[in-house]
């Protein structure tokens, strides 16, 4: 099947400036400030996106060079199929987070709870939409064994 | 910057066979039932996604030409920014659906709530994980003017 091509929109700036010091997800990174500076050319895109209070961004995990089938997560001791997992190691190294967004001033876009390292690729934002977002009851999946073990 | 390609992993079955019959967002889909017919050669990545409820599917809008900087979503009057809407006429052509997972049987991957075309390439899927992907209290953004003129 043939191969998909996107450009980056913008490039995600944030605090962390490896991997490694990157938080695992948006809730770990609390109150962490992030600038989304969105290509020129995108800005008209940005159009009634400051009135929502949370967005989705999807982006390049650029540092990545495996595309690996199965990973051992960070603070984990097992492996877990990759499609299983948010881990960057994936067949496309695509990443997802939800984000509270504070401002939008031209084509900067200001966002807290930014769990992403510095000098992402930014693919696409999308409004965070809780009828369609939202999982009420939604289960923890193989999450749940941590809690388990206790 | 440098252009980023994905390699479909899959296709999504549906039984929506153009985008005018298609729901436009998951919950409107109800119980629609899709197929994920994930490539062999991902089988592997898929290990330990049953145990999860609901999963996040990203996908590629293989149907859309246009790449829109504003768009007037279907239902809607006036026209907003791209990003600012779920809409498939965006800089990069990605959706983004939470559906409920109802079975994984080798390669296959059954859910509910579909609300893509048949045919649809698939390009990631990722465990919905509620404590990051939740957001509670957050808003309609510009859909709240929907309820306001009702």
Redesign the interface.
């Known amino acids: 099947?043939?191969?998909?091509?996107?450009?980056?929109?913008g490039?995600i700036h944030s605090p962390f400036q490896t991997p490694e010091e990157t938080p695992i997800?948006?809730?770990a990174a609390g109150r962490a400030m992030g600038q989304l500076e969105v290509?020129a050319e995108?800005e008209?895109?940005?159009?009634?996106?400051e009135?929502?209070?949370?967005i989705?961004l999807?982006y390049?995990f650029h540092l990545t060079r495996e595309r690996?089938?199965?990973v051992k997560p960070r603070h984990e001791d097992s492996r877990?199929?990759?499609?299983?997992?948010?881990a960057a190691e994936?067949?496309?190294p695509?990443g997802?987070?939800?984000v509270r967004l504070e401002a939008v001033d031209g084509a900067n876009v200001i966002v807290t709870g930014i769990d992403v390292v510095d000098g992402t690729?930014l693919?696409?934002?999308?409004?965070?939409?809780?009828?369609?977002?939202?999982?009420y009851?939604?289960?923890?999946?193989?999450?749940?064994d941590r809690y388990d073990a206790g």
């Open positions: 099947m043939k191969a998909i091509e996107y450009k980056p929109i490039i997800q948006p809730r290509f995108y008209q895109a940005l159009a009634d996106l009135r929502f209070s949370h989705i999807i390049h690996s089938l199965t877990h199929g990759s499609l299983a997992t948010r994936r067949p496309n695509i997802l987070s939800v690729p693919i696409d934002i999308k409004p965070f939409v809780p009828s369609v977002d939202q999982q009851g939604a289960n923890l999946g193989w999450l749940a």
